[in-house]
T-cell receptor, first 113, second 118 residues
Framework: GESVGLHLPTLSVQEGDNSIINCAYS??????FIWYKQESGKGPQFIID?????DKRQGQRVTVLLNKTVKHLSLQIAATQPGDSAVYFC????????????FGKGTSLLVTP | DTEVTQTPKHLVMGMTNKKSLKCEQH?????MYWYKQKAKKPPELMFV???????INESVPSRFSPECPNSSLLNLHLHALQPEDSALYLC?????????????????FGAGSRLTVL
């Protein structure tokens, strides 16, 4: 089955610094990737997605990079703020075989003042 | 309305009780999902409904019984649960387009129902 993992379970950054959260996946047929943010006591919230025909996508203060060769994606958060403190999950799907998401283990991001 | 609403937010039940978790969305999504999330773990898929029909059951024990009465509602009926079933139960919904270019798989999650089994 799909194996989705993260390189670093916890990440502590200072306010204003940039954050990079990494994710590795195993199924080369995966073609759609999503980053979710989960704050304490809440459900996961969509941050940004990327399709396999792209290698970079930018949003507001966030950038997702996809390297299909090594089956790796990353989430970059610019000028990290205290409100960014949360657990971040990558999720992957093979849209030809199903549409349910398989979540990675999660990285806990802590932003210190 | 861009929300998924789950009730109750908290539920405590004994192992002999029968209870239900409820989920509602009014975004016109035709896929609805139940996920289970243990502390410090990622959500794990339990069930998927598409067009009100059960399409995926991830080998979930029969003490969990899903129901989709209509396109806006999703229930999870609980009976004879075990303490290890204590977790956050997340409901989600999505559109049902397929294919790489569609962005079909963006799930919108509810805040979850925190279940404690005594």
């Amino acid at each position: 089955g799909e194996s989705v993992g993260l390189h670093l379970p916890t990440l502590s950054v200072q306010e204003g610094d940039n954050s990079i959260i990494n994710c590795a996946y195993s199924n080369s047929a995966s073609d759609y990737f999503i980053w979710y943010k989960q704050e304490s006591g809440k459900g996961p919230q969509f941050i940004i997605d990327i399709r396999s025909n792209m290698d970079k996508r930018q949003g507001q203060r966030v950038t997702v990079l996809l390297n299909k060769t090594v089956k790796h994606l990353s989430l970059q958060i610019a000028a990290t703020q205290p409100g960014d403190s949360a657990v971040y999950f990558c999720a992957v799907v093979n849209s030809n075989s199903g549409y349910a998401l398989n979540f990675g283990k999660g990285t806990s991001l802590l932003v210190t003042p | 309305d861009t929300e998924v609403t789950q009730t109750p937010k908290h539920l405590v039940m004994g192992m002999t009780n029968k209870k239900s978790l409820k989920c509602e969305q009014h975004m016109g999504h035709r896929a609805m999902y139940w996920y289970k999330q243990k502390a410090k773990k990622p959500p794990e898929l339990m069930f998927v409904y598409s067009y009100e029909k059960l399409s995926i059951n991830e080998s979930v024990p029969s003490r969990f019984s899903p129901e989709c009465p209509n396109s806006s509602l999703l229930n999870l009926h609980l009976h004879a649960l075990q303490p290890e079933d204590s977790a956050l139960y997340l409901c989600a919904s999505s559109q049902l387009r397929t294919g790489v270019a569609s962005g079909a798989n963006v799930l919108t999650f509810g805040a979850g129902s925190r279940l404690t089994v005594l």
